[in-house]
């Protein structure tokens, strides 16, 4: 093997090496040296290399090398040439012949004295990164020494100079002097600036902005760091196109900070894209096309998203056993990734199997202590937790802490997360004295790392892995309350308190980095208990001492936790306002916007379309979509900059207090806010005269009693009902009784909560014999609504009108009642798109109501009552009509909900006849209108429903058209039928008009249907409820 002298301190000596010569060494003027000999076909292959055509690249420096190593006079073309395969041969990891070529190189340099110091130091910088590639850190930097010394020595500029101080600074970012390799990658730059462009110095640029990054990201400087990648996508675009090998590494990059930081949307999209490209160029074969898509499967499984990543990362393995047999490493990832799937799945023995499997083959190939198994070693720990077998996972995170140590060092950041893992594995166990052990190491080192001292305030800007710190974080909070569970130690709450408060910080942090919705949720579910806990700390501390003050910070932890992603939408649009952002910018994001949502519906519809659908349309569409959230996003980035206001108030979310509550309530309302923790389900109420709390004890039982009440709602099982009913009002309202004095209520639920309609609660047991009519529904009492938040219902207020005109309706299938069947139970839900001929009679009806002219001003200007039907009601028409013009906008038609992508509900208006779907209102369509409707009411199947995201609440239709503009919805939880519906809806609007508001005309309209006999059951009045008041 092939080594350059040792030195008995080499890092000791590198450093005063640099800071002896540093300057000359990039400023030095140029003077005279031995010429190095030029080769035009030499130059030619070359530039192929770098502009990634290795193919032709090597097939033209072997005729080459052939060519220059026959004749000793041009031994310096031979040793170019020798040194270009070295370059190939590590670029295709091909170690066995850049070895090879490496020795025949040195042999030749050694015995001839027509060698440039030029061509010398080109080969010393190969060779150093061949022992940087082998992990060989001391031979790497003694090569790149040498290489330094040659420049210094011989006053060698230009693009050889920029070579080994390139070199030099991925040397120092590999021994974790990140500021001291950015340093010297700007000095590369300053060089490479002065030249005239050629494809070497474009991929060294690229490689450098590339490496500045990853310096960057490792110190913590996300922006910065995003800052390079971004000038490196934008150097490759417009040297190469769209569709070239380098977009491979720049998107791979991007994706890597935004994995990094856990927008996992994001970073999947961005690996995809990267795949796509891959792909494209080097085919489905390449190590590059499997290795993206590996990242974004991967990323997908860290989102909880695991059909998107079980179709990407068997399509890989699919891939990997092909094209590199059972047996390979690539392929042994695959079965890593597999195992990963199927324990996320519940497959617990099949994830063993493919563990085990690439354990086997990846320590066949590499030894029982490479750096390759650290991956395998920690899932294998992480699935042995799942399975509760802790003394097992910990065997695995101790082999692993061993590899990560020895390779990389005691505070390598897999050090930390090694740490925390096993700190998990302690508290699952509630041992949570070592589990704060392993925590509170794995801080120490975070904190160290990034330049802070254990006890002092965090930038979060500064931490190189936040992820990694908000689980120490929060594990050690999660240590402190166990502790206190277990000993009733009041010590061990402050201590959670304040740690569950940094988490809760960083949470928050994170939340204005991520661009993806999808990630922001994903935080949001993942660290949910970090606000329910302290709410419970609160809880027990309030118990304590009986302080009101524990009870208001209840309140606004609970705010905090709720609906934060619905309340930055909604204060985007006032930062917009406040800010001063002039309307012909806001036209142009809308337009972007609008874009986005064309082209996700024509993507979504395309891929509906099964295996009928065409692949080339789907790619087309996707590489549309990447292109358009690009521009948005550098839209936004730039209206940030121009308008500094706008992105502190877009993201300043203080969260509501109780004042502003009590400033919301009136005299006669109280607000109930309902809170589940780990331990216990917990309801705040306030009211004018103060605040109270009430634990509601266990919550075990809850969830499903309220999926067994919906469901013998639906069937029709009177006796089921009526006993859950009741059981249901014992456990989350009776308790509360005592404490309301007031016959209004603003409701905030939490998880399952938000599925259940409190109204069709009963207040007393029913008799044996059930007739609807006679029940003590909660419905009798009260006057319900619904909110997000306090600080949602807020903004909702704030929208309200003081003088709410006009009407506006859609009723798509009204065909007459003599041309269909008038059975009443025809049902509001996309599934058939049978004809509701009620709705004409309904939408015409409460028409009617506007168009009374009831005062001395509607004689002047009377109300408008537009009501479109059958083709008329077409989605066209609704973007056609001024919808700011309504106070009152109401759907009386079908609708769906999809619960795996909540943007693709839809609410069903007129499509075209060759294509009926294109009738249909996406919920991600309802974010663009803009309206200034006091009230919308959704008069079709199950617009109340979506996905339930723990904190953020439901996903759909409801802050949809809160965004668009509305403030308050009427929505319905559960399939409705076409009679009943009407009915209410007619009800509804006649109290309206009579003066009532609408919580009042809500409560009366279902009463009415209560008390008639055939209507009574909840079934047909119960799905509607009121968001807002």
């Not at 061990?492 to 661009?515: F, K, N």
């Not at 309802?926 to 953020?952: F, P, S």
């Not at 409705?976 to 609007?989: E, G």
């Amino acid at each position: 093997m092939f080594s350059a002298t040792k030195h008995s301190s080499l890092r000791s000596y590198f450093t005063q090496f640099w800071v002896a010569f540093a300057l000359s060494l990039l400023f030095n003027p140029l003077l005279a040296f031995p010429p190095q000999p030029q080769d035009e076909r030499l130059t030619e292959a070359t530039e192929l290399f770098f502009s990634r055509d290795y193919d032709t690249a090597y097939s033209k420096i072997i005729d080459l090398t052939d060519r220059f190593c026959n004749d000793e006079t041009i031994a310096d073309l031979c040793i170019q040439a020798k040194t270009t395969r070295i370059n190939i041969y590590r670029t295709r990891q091909n170690t066995p012949d850049a070895e090879s070529f490496i020795e025949r190189a040195l042999s030749l340099a050694a015995n001839s004295d027509r060698i440039s110091p030029q061509t010398t130091a080109n080969l010393y910088v190969q060779i150093s990164y061949y022992h940087l590639e082998a992990s060989e850190m001391q031979n790497a930097f003694e090569w790149s020494e040498k290489s330094l010394n040659i420049v210094e020595e011989n006053n060698i500029q230009g693009v050889i100079k920029a070579r080994a101080i390139a070199l030099n600074a991925r040397l120092l970012h590999a021994d974790g002097r990140f500021d001291d390799a950015i340093i010297y990658y700007n000095g590369v730059l300053e060089i490479l600036e002065s030249l005239e462009p050629t494809f070497e110095i474009t991929s060294i640029v690229l490689q450098v902005h590339n490496n500045i990054g990853i310096s960057h990201r490792r110190l913590g400087n996300i922006n910065t760091a995003m800052e390079h990648y971004q000038t490196n996508l934008r150097l490759v675009r417009e040297t190469f196109g769209e569709n070239h090998i380098e977009l491979v590494f720049a998107y791979n990059s991007i994706g890597s900070v935004y994995y990094g930081i856990g927008d996992y949307a994001t970073a999947g999209e961005y690996f995809e894209r990267s795949a796509s490209v891959s792909r494209a160029v080097l085919g489905e074969n390449s190590t590059r096309y499997l290795i993206a898509l590996n990242n974004a499967g991967v990323s997908y499984i860290q989102l909880g998203d695991l059909t998107r990543a079980s179709e990407v990362l068997e399509r890989a393995q699919r891939l990997r056993e092909n094209t590199f047999g059972p047996t390979h490493t690539e392929t042994a990832i695959g079965y890593q990734n597999l195992g990963n799937i199927y324990s996320q799945i519940g497959r617990f023995h099949e994830a063993q199997q493919n563990f085990e499997l690439a354990l086997s083959l990846l320590t066949s190939h590499y030894g029982e202590n490479h750096i390759n198994l650290v991956g395998i070693h920690t899932q294998l720990g992480d699935f042995y937790r799942l399975i509760d077998e802790y003394e097992l996972a910990r065997e695995q995170y101790r082999i692993t802490l061993t590899i990560i140590e020895s390779s990389l060092g005691a505070a390598h950041p897999d050090v930390w997360d090694i740490n925390q893992r096993i700190g998990r594995s302690y508290l699952q166990q509630y041992n949570y004295r070592q589990a704060k052990y392993y925590y509170t190491e794995a801080i120490r080192l975070i904190t160290e790392e990034s330049g802070f001292l254990t006890n002092e305030q965090i930038e979060f800007d500064a931490l190189s892995h936040p992820l990694f710190f908000l689980e120490a974080v929060r594990g050690l909070a999660d240590s402190q309350l166990m502790a206190f569970r277990n000993s009733g130690n009041p010590e061990y709450l402050q201590a959670a308190e304040s740690h569950y408060l940094t988490a809760a910080d960083i949470v928050e942090y994170l939340q204005t980095r991520y661009l993806s919705e999808a990630s922001k949720l994903n935080l949001l579910k993942e660290n949910y208990a970090i606000y329910s806990n302290s709410i419970e700390i609160f809880y027990h501390q309030f118990g304590m001492d009986d302080d009101e003050r524990w009870l208001e910070k209840m309140f606004e932890w609970s705010e905090r936790s709720r609906s934060r992603i619905a309340a930055e939408l909604l204060q985007g649009i006032d930062a917009r306002y406040f800010a001063g952002v002039p309307s012909d910018v806001l036209d142009e994001e809308r337009q972007l916007n609008q874009t986005i949502t064309n082209l996700y519906t024509s993507l979504h519809r395309e891929q509906e379309r099964g295996f009928d659908a065409d692949e080339a349309v789907t790619s087309a569409f996707r590489d549309s979509l990447f292109y358009a959230k690009e521009q948005l996003l550098e839209f936004t980035r730039s209206l940030e900059a121009s308008y500094p206001s706008y992105y502190y108030l877009r993201y300043d979310l203080t969260p509501a207090n109780v004042s502003l509550a009590r400033s919301l309530l009136s005299d006669d309302e109280t607000l109930i806010s309902y809170s589940f923790t780990e331990e216990m389900l917990l309801a705040l109420l306030v009211d004018k005269d103060g605040i109270s709390v009430v634990n509601l004890g266990q919550i075990d039982e809850i969830p499903t009693m309220v999926e067994q009440l919906r469901e013998a709602v639906l069937s029709g099982k009177s006796d089921e009902f009526s006993e859950l009913s009741y059981r249901l009002y014992q456990h989350v309202m009776e308790p509360l009784r005592d404490k309301i004095s007031t016959s209004k209520l603003v409701i905030i639920p939490d998880h399952i909560l938000h599925f259940l309609p409190f109204e069709l609660l009963l207040s007393n047991p029913a008799n044996d014999n059930i007739r609807y009519n006679e029940l003590a529904f909660l419905i009798r009492d009260y006057k319900i609504s619904y909110t997000p938040s306090i600080s949602v219902l807020n903004r909702m207020e704030q929208r309200r009108s003081d003088n709410p005109r006009n009407f506006l309706a859609m009723a798509p299938f009204n065909q007459t009642i003599s041309d269909f069947s008038t059975d009443g139970q025809i049902e509001r839900f996309a599934g058939n798109l049978a004809p509701l001929p009620l709705t004409r009679y309904e939408t015409t009806e409460i028409a009617k109501l506007f168009r009374q002219r009831r005062t001395f001003a509607d004689f002047f200007s009377p109300q408008r009552a537009e009501i479109f039907l059958h083709t008329d009601a077409s989605k066209q028409q609704l973007h056609n009509s001024s919808l700011q013009d309504f106070s009152f906008i109401h759907f009386a038609t079908h609708a769906f909900v999809n619960e795996s992508d909540p943007e693709f509900s839809g609410i069903v208006l007129w499509g075209d006849e060759d294509d009926p779907g294109s009738g249909i209102v996406y919920v991600a369509d309802i974010y663009n209108l803009t309206m200034n409707a006091d009230l919308v009411v959704l008069g079709a199947c199950e617009t109340g429903l979506g996905t339930m995201y723990r904190g953020e609440g439901i996903i759909g239709f409801t802050r949809a058209f809160l965004y668009a503009g509305a403030a308050n919805l009427v929505v319905s939880k559960w399939r409705v039928s076409d009679q009943p519906t009407s009915r209410l809806m007619i009800y509804f609007y006649q109290y309206i008009k009579e003066g009532y508001t609408y919580r009042e005309a809500l409560q009366l309209a279902k009463l009415e249907l209560v008390d008639h006999p055939e209507f009574a059951a909840p079934i047909n009045w119960a799905a509607f409820v009121l968001q807002g008041r």
